[in-house]
């Protein structure tokens, strides 16, 4: 046995079925070791997205997902994955190639520092030197990738201890994570808290969508009946219509959502992540903020709790609902502005204008996605609607990624998803620009076989930003592009396109997309003056005050 088959060994025993990525000659030996393997290597046509896919494995399962790549540029082609993956908390280990460390028969050719790259962008970045300490290594990393808070951890394989001799020996056992639960002094002094609330809100933060807490949450709000409303990250973590979803802060403050925080006077922050926009700013008068999470809050300008409760979060909640289900009169408070929070949030979404708003289109997306469909967005100006307007009645059932914000994993996380969930209708939804840094990957998603309906929301241009520039009172400069004939670039790789031609034409182009099952690739053209409308006149009309600008 070689370095790199006892690395494979110690990956099959981590419960790895599938490495994505492009090796290099550096790899070799690895690539080599996975040929006689179970686990599966899954090329992609570009390192970045094999780094989008794997954290988006993680982020779906909580087990690790894995990428390689070789040396120098492969590995730098993995950085914004690694910074998607840490500041989104999605475990991941991210394996690469590197010459020889034991002697330099080609000088300095392709030699990067990736280990010292990799370290502000993980939580563990090593080099492998010597074969003794791969089982311990491998163990390591996934534990370190796996436990909260969650995120990617590099491992450098230099091929002279890939082809190394390794001594025979027994792997590392996985362990369950085991966390420890709040203690009960915490819990009743944040009992008497929420007992003490006049008007109660729940949030539900980024850590509130970990695979593992979907029943245990559910179980909680359902429990004590307190209205819940979402951060982008934390949609879709309450299973079910609870009758208690208030909508989702999309923006900082000023949005229909604000006017059940703004009169909250405590607000049960569960798994929040300052990696996140601000769903509301804290300040001196507000309401006050107790802290669930696996671990204690990051202090921020405007995120500092009263009061926490750290600890295994599900189990955690189990014992608060005990501490306080029955016995909290006005738990529904807030629960009197729902229905005029939805109805606001809801407007326009049948509005018959083509090229087609954003609310209609958010709107008939719902409507052909059942409920256990997932809607993987790429970064643009629709992310705002979506996050505000779409409906979520099952666990991760939109993926956004409102953290690294960065565009190009719209089309990869979908991939994975569709991978992991073959039996559920997978829907990519991407502007034309953020698209066009990933569109490689539809020949990686034909050659897999994927059913995967692309939806592609044209306007020619980089949206969001061309929105900002006008709220900021700048000429409309430099923001458009043209584009390619998307239908025929979906022909091109062997898949098909429809271009939606009416306001009505979207849900059957969608329908007929997912009915034809494999790939399909579908264009509509997207009104943006809806931007300036609602999110900005609207809400600063409503508010009095200008709406906070999401960059
Ligand atoms: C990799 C990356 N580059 C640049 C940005 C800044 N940015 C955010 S949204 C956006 C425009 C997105 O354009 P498009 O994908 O067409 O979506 P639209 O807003 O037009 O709907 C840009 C350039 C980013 N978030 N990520
Ligand atoms: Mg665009």
Known sequence: MNGAQLLVAALENEGVKRIFGVPGEENLDVVEALRRSSVELVLTRHEQAAAFMAATHGRLTGQAGVCLTTLGPGALNLTTGAAYAQLGAMPMVMLTGQKGILSRKQARFQIVDIVSTMV?????????????????????????????????????????????????????????????????????????????????????????????LADALSAFVRRVQIPFFNTQMGKGSVAGGSGLYMGTAALSERDHIHRAIDRADLIISIGHDTVEKPPFLMGPKGP???????????????????????????????????????????????????????????????????????????????????????????????????????????????????????????????????MLHPQRRVLAVCGDGGFMMSSQELETAVRLGLNL??????????????????????????????????????????????????????????????????????????????????LVEELRGAGQREATVPR
């Open 288 to 418: 006050k903020v107790l802290h669930v999470g696996y671990l204690p809050a990051t202090v921020e300008e405007v995120y500092f709790p009263h009061a926490e409760l750290i600890g295994d979060i599900g189990p955690s909640l189990t014992l608060l609902a005990d501490r306080l289900e029955g016995k909290l009169p006005r738990a529904g408070a807030l629960l009197a502005l729902r229905q005029e929070i939805l109805v606001r949030v809801a407007e326009r979404a049948r509005e018959s204008r083509y090229p087609l708003t954003p609310q209609r289109i958010v709107h008939d997306v719902r409507q052909v996605m059942p409920e256990d469909g997932i809607v993987c967005l790429d970064n643009g100006m629709y992310k705002i609607w979506f996050a505000r307007n779409y409906r979520t009645r099952v666990a991760n059932t939109l993926l956004l990624d409102n953290a690294l914000a960065t565009m190009g994993a719209g089309l990869p996380s979908a991939m994975m998803a569709a």
């Open 453 to 534: 309906v692309v939806l592609i929301l044209q306007d020619d241009a980089y949206g969001m930003i061309r929105w900002k520039q006008a709220v900021d009172g700048f000429a409309d400069f430099g923001m458009s592009f043209g584009n390619p004939d998307f239908v025929a670039l979906a022909q091109a790789y062997g898949i098909r396109g429809t271009r939606v031609e009416s306001a009505d034409g979207l849900v059957p182009a969608l329908e007929a997309a997912f009915a034809g099952g494999g790939m399909h690739l579908v264009t509509v053209p997207i009104d943006y003056s809806e931007n300036m409308r609602v």
């Open 120 to 212: 502000p962008l993980t939580k563990m970045a090593q080099r492998i030197v010597g074969t003794a300490t791969i089982p311990s290594t491998v163990r390591e990393a996934f534990r370190v990738a796996q436990q909260e808070r969650p995120g990617p951890v590099h491992l450098e394989l230099p091929e002279d201890i890939a082809a190394e001799a390794a001594p025979d020996m027994s792997l590392v056992p996985p362990l369950p994570m085991a966390l420890p639960v709040a203690p009960p002094a915490s819990l009743d002094r944040a009992a008497e808290l929420v007992r003490a609330a006049e008007r109660p809100l729940v949030m539900l933060g980024a850590a509130a969508s970990r695979p593992r």
